[in-house]
């Protein structure tokens, strides 16, 4: 019995051993197999870079090539200029304006001169500049707040507390901003103005916008109506509180603290028709706004230029485009051709 704790001591110190060594030999993998990774990414780089100077001829004149073609193309090939149109839809027309732009860059990417000119309203001749015509949308954070705010406002409450801001923003798109934005592409830096009323107009003819744009005004002038009356009663009822607080003050003072009672009371009667006068105004000058913001079905918040500006930047220049293709093309087929060699060493083992 004396020995028993001895005993169990040992056995302790056994298993914390075994679990030290557990430990120690779990590290160990885990070192390892970092260090297998390291060695594995050397060994493909080493291949990569011997790959490379068995190839420097064929890949530094692959590169010389690209880059004398590229300067050459960029001398030779008419400059590309872009112009861009911002524009806001209105009556759920965006989704039209994109499906209009597609067709337009469908016909240009095909070049079909034909049919893009009369789409465009321009000559063949222009309508073979255009190299490319696309949308997209043109929206900040505070617009983004903006919409939020108004898509919110028709919700219940249950639902609003169920969609915050971030969650709005995940599920927003291009068709959900106010203002989007045209551009067009082409050798010619006046065609996009050119085209730019057969753009508007081939939304503004749709006879379902047009319903939507009647239906809209026909409402607009209703509710200016309504809030003319109401602004016309409210003046009649103040004037006929004012008619009474002036016979009452020509009436005998019967008892002072009644008399000052009963004109506070109709102060504050013709207070409240003063500030509901001021809501009813506010809500004139909204319809005017609205009004003015849905003249059209599109409002062309900035139009085309009158001339393009020309295509900047490193990836619209052959001279670093074209060395870049027949770099990868180079790679490529050296590729290849070392895959098929190490495939029929392969085959003779």
Do not use: C
């Not at 337009?104 to 000559?123: E, G, P, R």
């Not at 006046?190 to 916008?209: D, G, L, W």
């Not at 509180?241 to 009667?269: L, W």
């Not at 207070?271 to 079905?297: F, G």
Request: no cysteine; charged share 25%; proline share 2%.
């Amino acid at each position: 019995m004396a020995d028993q704790p001895v005993n169990q001591n040992n056995s302790d110190e056994i298993d914390l051993g075994q679990l030290f060594q557990m430990i120690g030999r779990g590290f160990q993998k885990f070192f390892n197999f970092i260090g297998s990774i390291f060695k594995g990414a050397f060994h493909l780089i080493m291949l990569f870079l011997l790959f490379v100077q068995r190839n420097i001829i064929i890949i530094a004149a692959a590169i010389i090539i690209g880059g004398v073609g590229g300067f050459v193309l960029d001398k030779v090939l008419p400059e590309n200029y872009i112009s861009r149109m911002v524009v806001e839809p209105n009556f759920n027309s965006v989704q039209q304006l994109y499906n209009n732009i597609a067709f337009y860059n469908d016909l240009a990417k095909a070049q079909d001169s034909v049919a893009l000119a009369t789409a465009l309203n321009i000559t063949e001749h222009e309508a073979a500049t255009i190299k490319e015509i696309f949308t997209d949308s043109y929206s900040d954070e505070n617009q983004k707040i903006q919409l939020f705010d108004k898509f919110i406002s028709g919700l219940d409450t249950t639902t609003v507390k169920a969609i915050d801001f971030e969650n709005y923003l995940k599920n927003f798109n291009s068709l959900d901003a106010r203002f989007h934005q045209i551009s067009v592409i082409s050798t010619d830096n006046r065609v996009a103005k050119k085209a730019q009323p057969a753009i508007i107009n081939s939304i503004s003819v749709n006879e379902y916008f047009k319903l939507q744009k009647k239906i809209n005004d026909e409402n607009l002038d209703l509710q200016e109506d309504i809030y003319k009356k109401q602004l016309i009663e409210l003046d009649s009822l103040q004037s006929l509180y004012r008619t009474v607080m002036v016979k009452e003050a020509d009436k005998p003072m019967q008892g002072t603290s009644i008399n000052m009672a009963e004109t506070g009371e109709s102060r504050s009667r013709e207070l409240a028709l003063v500030q509901e006068k001021d809501v009813l105004k506010e809500k004139l000058v909204e319809l005017n706004e609205e009004r003015a913001n849905k003249s059209t079905i599109v409002n062309v918040i900035s139009d085309f230029p009158t001339r393009g500006v020309e295509q900047k930047g490193i990836w619209n220049s052959y001279k670093f485009k074209l060395p870049i293709i027949l770099l990868i093309l180079v790679f490529g087929v050296l590729a290849l051709l070392e895959l098929n060699s190490y495939l029929k060493t392969y085959g003779q083992k």
